[in-house]
């Protein structure tokens, strides 16, 4: 598949660009039959987007009864620890409206291992998807989130990291952290986060100026590796913009 350049988009601030996030995943769902799957990302940029997803307009006009949720990472702690990205989810958007519990699919940490974990929610991932092998012409997910770490991390997928050049399994194990809390994870791989109708990344706030303008530049870090079998777009609000002469 030929990789086209993302959409990039310059929001004036961290509210609008949760809003423009909420209107593009609505409008990604809206329309389509059946049921539906989305790839949650975890940290702390998506947290807005997830607390007005809870309000309206947007908590009428959800077909909530018809979205799976899925995890792009997990950190392999227990799902009530302040680290989870599930427990975060959970908290500000699931426990809010009214998503039937069997359309939550959250990595199994309790599994013992991020190994045993990784081949559990892999199998998993396979009996929804009905296939063993992804195909671009049919995507996993509707719509997958994702952020970028201060150094170019996405989803648990860290530079230097055997991780990012997994072609054929789904989701793997990342046993040591590339930054706090340096505790193992579970991510889902490259190829599994493009079986996408729509990927979006949020990037908020002066933090991730630096990345983003080594991002711009060419560098090869995780983030810049993403790919989406859809529609590729990075929602980046004016706090994290680096100026023209910081990308060259």
């Known amino acids: 598949m030929e990789r086209g350049l993302p959409e990039l988009t310059l929001l004036p601030d961290a509210a609008t660009l949760a809003k423009t996030a909420a209107d593009r995943l609505l409008a990604c769902l809206a329309g389509q039959s059946g049921r539906l799957a989305v790839c949650l990302s975890g940290g702390s940029t998506p947290e807005r987007l997830y607390r007005l997803l809870a309000e309206n307009p947007y908590r009428d006009a959800m ?23 599930f427990r975060a989810a959970r908290l500000v958007l699931l426990d809010r409206v009214p998503i039937p519990i069997g359309n939550l699919h959250p990595i199994p940490t309790s599994a013992g291992d991020a190994g045993q974990a990784a081949r ?23 719509a997958v989130l994702l952020g970028v770490g201060a150094d170019g991390h996405t989803a648990s997928l860290f530079p230097g990291h055997p991780e990012i050049d ?7 194990a990342v046993p040591h952290a590339g930054l706090d809390p340096f505790v193992p994870r579970v991510t889902l791989t490259l190829p599994t986060l493009a079986s ?18 080594r991002l711009l530049a060419g ?8 790919y989406s079998h859809g529609s590729l777009t990075w929602l980046v609000d004016r706090a994290a913009a680096p100026e023209l002469s910081d990308a060259t």
């Not at 072609?167 to 793997?172: A, L, P």
């Not at 979006?200 to 002066?206: A, K, T, W």
Request: proline share 8%; hydrophobic share 35%.
């Open 63 to 85: 077909p909530w009864d018809r979205i799976h949720w899925f995890w792009g990472d997990e950190r392999c702690v227990p799902q009530e620890d302040a680290r989870s990205n």
């Open 120 to 142: 559990l929610y892999e199998r998993e991932l396979r009996d929804y998807y009905g296939a063993p092998v992804l195909k671009p012409q049919r995507p996993l997910f509707d």
């Open 166 to 172: 997994e072609k054929q399994r789904w989701v793997v």
């Open 196 to 213: 996408t109708r729509a990927m979006i990344f949020l990037v908020s706030g002066g933090g991730k100026r630096e990345v983003l303008a």
């Open 219 to 226: 560098q090869d870090l995780p983030a810049g590796r993403a």
